[in-house]
């Protein structure tokens, strides 16, 4: 084997002094088709003494490196041990690690590693295709469809982010934390415009039914000016931090209740684990939930800021106030993450089934479309219960308003407004989606690039 990477070194290297430099190497790859990232990946491990160029030694012992832990994936995969994977291994491979495919999807995958045609895959092709791929184990190979991608849509219900051990054990689960954090902080903030004019026509459906987007808009500036428009966001940047730390904390430890020692998570045990993560985080950070549907309904000079309003709260409604509208808040969190993860997990499907010609990687892309798109038809079967939610957050600010608990308000909007009454809001809420996917997407993969996280 040392002859064959011999002769590879040097056919890279083009002008032939022993070295190669990253864009020889780019270049060369790419002449055998591996993407520019991977090709990066590659240089960045394999520069060993970091003077940036890749001498025979350090080419040499990454590839030695990468090979044994290629022959690791191998061994797991080849469950009965007879050099070979078929498409039933790979089958029975995913679902241990909880990712649930076809047998004709697995065939597909194989179709893409197998070069002689056999619909198997023995060591030597399995090497041959994966020599200048930085993935090393078959758990990389399914964190491509890692549901969440460092998207923030502005909503709290999402399922957390899932890291390897590896991950948590070189700190980069807490640089994607930060990277995620900044990423929707500057998302929300965004389209923080949207995000008051949806509370807006939540709070204020039944007074104001004509309320549209271009009239909610005209109302708010003419009311606070410009700035108006951001009200509430403060509050709603600042507790990313405490609910991202206690959702990622809490999902590590219902994992490890509903998981037996070394078992992987399936589809139902991430669903479960995800959703209360997500209640535990609710009801830690909900007064600040509270706070920010307050701000963002407040009249210009109501509230100096966050603490204004907390005191006023504290002072004329008591304790009680900071946890209004928290039942169907909690009650939202089931549909939320129960229909986002089955929509994202029958996207997945369908993409494996129809468009995995030549890799089980779908790209960023597709990834974002299917992450935006699960999360929307999530958001539609739990927007009647934020909408609640919302109101019963703002039920004491609105004059000769009764203070009506979940039911009533529910019974109460159906009649005045009917079914209509509770999806108001939902235009802004959606036309928000797109931005924010984008948006916290792009400064994502700054954030993890300026905080040295590695692509995966």
């Keep these: 084997m040392d002859a064959s990477y011999e002769k590879l070194f040097s056919h890279l290297d083009h002008n032939e002094d022993g070295i190669l430099d ?32 890749l001498d025979f030694e350090e080419f040499m012992k990454y590839l030695k490196d990468h090979e044994k832990k290629m022959k690791l994936a191998f061994k797991s995969l080849d469950k009965n041990n007879d050099g070979k994977i078929e498409a039933s291994e790979i089958v029975q491979s995913l679902q241990i690690l909880g990712l649930t495919i076809s047998e004709q999807q697995a065939e597909l995958i194989l179709q893409s590693i197998d070069a002689d045609g056999t619909m198997t895959v023995d060591w030597n092709e399995w090497r041959d295709y994966f020599l200048f791929n930085p993935v ?13 991608t460092g998207i923030d849509i502005g909503d709290s219900l999402t399922i957390p982010d899932e890291f390897t051990e590896d991950e948590k054990k070189s700190g980069q689960w807490w640089r994607q934390l930060l990277a995620g954090g900044v990423a ?7 389209t923080a415009p949207l995000d008051r004019l949806k509370v807006m026509m939540q709070v204020h459906g039944s007074k104001s039914a004509k309320m549209n987007i271009y009239g909610g808009f005209q109302q708010m500036v003419k009311e606070g000016g410009i700035r108006s428009l951001w009200r509430g966001n403060g509050t709603n940047v600042i507790k990313i931090a405490p609910e991202t730390a206690v959702k990622f904390w809490a999902y590590e430890q219902y994992k490890k209740l509903l998981t037996e020692e070394g078992q992987k998570i399936g589809t139902f045990e991430r669903f479960v684990s995800g959703s209360m993560a997500g ?20 009249k210009t000079g109501q509230y100096s800021g966050m603490f204004d309003c907390a005191k006023k709260i504290l002072k004329y409604e008591g304790m009680g106030a900071f946890y209004k509208g928290y039942v169907p808040n909690l009650l939202g969190i089931i549909p939320y993450a129960g229909i986002d993860l089955a929509v994202y997990e029958l996207l997945k499907s369908h993409w494996l089934d129809n468009f995995a010609k030549d890799s089980v990687n779908p790209g960023v892309m597709v990834l974002l ?17 934020a909408l609640v939610r919302t109101r019963m957050q703002a039920q004491a600010m609105i004059e000769k308003s009764p203070q009506l608990n979940m039911v009533g308000l529910f019974r109460r909007i159906l009649s005045k407004e009917g079914l209509p009454g509770l999806y108001r809001g939902i235009t802004p ?10 948006i916290s997407y792009v400064v994502y993969e700054n954030m993890k690039q300026t905080l040295g996280v590695t692509q995966k």
């Design 184 to 190: 929707g902080a500057v998302s929300r903030t965004s």
């Design 369 to 385: 479309g299917c992450g935006a798109l699960s999360s929307t038809c999530g958001q539609l079967a739990s927007y009647p219960l």
């Design 429 to 438: 809420n959606f036309m928000k989606v797109l931005p924010a996917v984008g």
């Design 279 to 298: 209640a535990t985080a609710q009801t830690f950070i909900y007064p600040m939930e509270v706070l920010k549907t307050r701000l963002a309904v407040g």
């Design 136 to 148: 090393t184990d078959i758990e990389e190979i399914i964190r491509f469809w890692k549901h969440s």
């Design 22 to 53: 990253i864009f020889e190497l780019l270049e060369g790859l790419q002449g055998v088709g591996v993407m520019q990232d991977a090709g990066k990946k590659i240089f960045t491990t394999g520069d060993v003494n970091k003077d940036g160029k």
